[in-house]
Nanobody, 123 residues
Framework: QVQLVESGGGLVQAGGSLRLSCALSGRTVSSAAMGWFRQAPGKEREFVAAISSGGSLRYGDSVKGRFTISRDTAKNTVYLQMYSLKPDDTAVYYC?????????????????WGQGTQVTVSS
């Protein structure tokens, strides 16, 4: 059974940094497409970043140059390093896993989702 567990969310001031972690079980991060999405109150879920099984990267326009997605195959964990955080980055962040070689920005392409972790950026 595939499970994803996010951690690392919290409250941070604007301009600060946070690193989210997503521990994957039941599958290896190198055999899956891994992604991060976020959802703010009253808004639709938004694509943040993805890493394919081959290591290719993709970012949403609103986070390019500020966020970095990476993975540690030894720990079977995917990370989202967030810099220069803004109040607009406030959301619940979800980790997701999908079929290998994908680099999708669309929710429906992913099969498994974590429970989410809250990130709040104060002004």
């Amino acid at each position: 059974q595939v499970q994803l567990v996010e951690s690392g969310g919290g409250l941070v001031q604007a301009g600060g940094s946070l690193r989210l972690s997503c521990a994957l079980s039941g599958r290896t991060v190198s055999s899956a497409a891994m992604g991060w999405f976020r959802q703010a109150p009253g808004k639709e879920r938004e694509f943040v970043a993805a890493i394919s099984s081959g290591g290719s990267l993709r970012y949403g326009d609103s986070v390019k140059g500020r966020f970095t997605i990476s993975r540690d195959t030894a720990k079977n964990t995917v990370y989202l390093q967030m810099y220069s955080l803004k109040p607009d980055d406030t959301a619940v962040y979800y980790c997701t896993a999908g079929p290998a070689f994908g680099l999708w920005s669309t929710e429906r392409m992913y099969d498994y989702w974590g429970q989410g972790t809250q990130v709040t950026v104060s002004s």
